[in-house]
């Protein structure tokens, strides 16, 4: 596969770390990889609807449908998560309404997402 295309980190820091698992495309998911900078929509559970982030796969270029990786998201409208995530937090990574991945916040950077205890 070619390179993937350029990729610019956004200036501010990520508001989540999380752990993500790509549907292989016999369940469902996508047919070709992903990269740093994807853009996909996230089902955090609110009724409001769906809330976008970019995403960031350190140390790797392209990452398959079938496989799990770590990942940095910076959230679009990170007010709409406020005080809501929490370790453990499950999710959906989503192209419309078609789910492509499962993941799980691993650690919440932003504390204004941060459920309180």
Aim: net charge neutral; charged share 25%; proline share 9%.
């Amino acid at each position: 596969m070619s390179a993937p295309p350029p990729y610019r980190r956004p200036t501010s820091s990520p508001d989540l770390e999380a752990q993500i698992r790509y549907l292989a495309t016999n369940e469902g998911g996508k047919q070709r990889p992903v990269a740093s900078g994807y853009r996909p929509n996230h089902d955090f559970g609110l009724p409001a609807g769906l809330n976008d982030a970019q995403h960031e796969y350190p140390g790797r270029e392209w990452v398959y449908p079938g496989e799990t990786v770590a990942a940095l998201l910076w959230l679009l409208a990170p007010e709409m998560q406020r005080k809501r995530l929490h370790v453990g937090f499950e999710f959906t990574v989503q192209e419309a309404l078609r789910v492509v991945g499962l993941g799980k916040v691993t650690r919440v950077l932003n504390q204004d997402l941060q459920r309180d205890a």
